[in-house]
């Protein structure tokens, strides 16, 4: 087969991969010289712990196991298993990570419940004040500014492999068959659209009631911290974004202590993590109300730094770059295994004979791709 796919972003390019894997031949297609969009303005988790029972977890946890094998035959990726923790500094903040201990797919995640000296034996960076944390064994890191760049040169190395960058796709053409906006056709026997945050044009042309929307985030990274950030760490405000954590200790934390003002305004968490240098990678806000703002704004900044202070128990290296990205979410939710409101954690649809479209894993793009990828693959018998 030849496979024509649009988007190099990780979903995009997850999807080249598992074709030249299958022994096709890819055409791949993107406006830009090369990713720009969130696959590379991201943590680079591969982020098992919050997730959803039922099919979001069995999705990032495939997608774990093919990141770890890929992540072996690409070095660039930067694989690591670092495993997270989200530290607790209260009884109720504690309360809801024990929850989450008892879930009957608790083993699954790698959960365990730590005091604050196992904390600190498991991240040694770890030297300020908080109650304990709790480890999620299976989540996991790559380095998002070259994973694309690195399975890129791999798949060029295939002999099977075309890409094509600064090529805006304007139109599909007939059956299996797209324009670009350099006027040229290119052919295929399958054309798969993984087109990001970009909703408009051919997508809205294609797909007017897309059931996905955008949300913007900000996010910073310093410089070297000077000594090894073993885990990735998250502060207990992500309890309340992943749908994991669901349960009667997350309604009692949320009823007894509130968000700081700063952090509701911009619904924030703290996610940080390590970078191959030694800086931090710190984030993270959600706008979801367009027209988004052309600017970063301060106040965010500012809290992230005191809340990673407040753990690392030091001040925060020199913050070298900020930056806002965009990314696809999937809207709507359907009750999950526990009873908790659950999106679709991708948007998939043949739009045109031999034409699909796959968009919207939203904060789940970089963990889930190669599984859902995969999925495609298997859905269309390569």
Known sequence: MRVIVVGAGVLGTMHAWHAVERGHE????EREAEARGASVRNFGQIWVSGRAGGEELATALRARELWEGIGARVPGLGFRAVGSLTVVKNAAERAVAEAATRRPDAAARGYHLLDAEETRARNPALRGEFAGALWCERDAAVEPRTAQRALKEHLLASGRYTYLGGREVREVVGERAVRDDHGDTHHGDA???????????????LVPDLPVRRVRLQMMQTDPLGEPLTTSVADADSFRYYPAYASDALDAMAAAQAQTPTAAAHKMQLLMVQRADGGLTIGDTHEYETPFGFDVVEDPYEHLTGVVESILGRPLPTVRRRWAGVYAQCTGTTPGPDGEPVAPVVHREQVRDGVWLVTGPGGRGMTCSPAIAETTANGLNW
């Open 191 to 205: 054309v798969i659209l993984c087109t990001g945050a970009w909703l408009g044009g051919l997508v809205r042309e």
């Open 26 to 29: 890819v055409l791949h297609i």
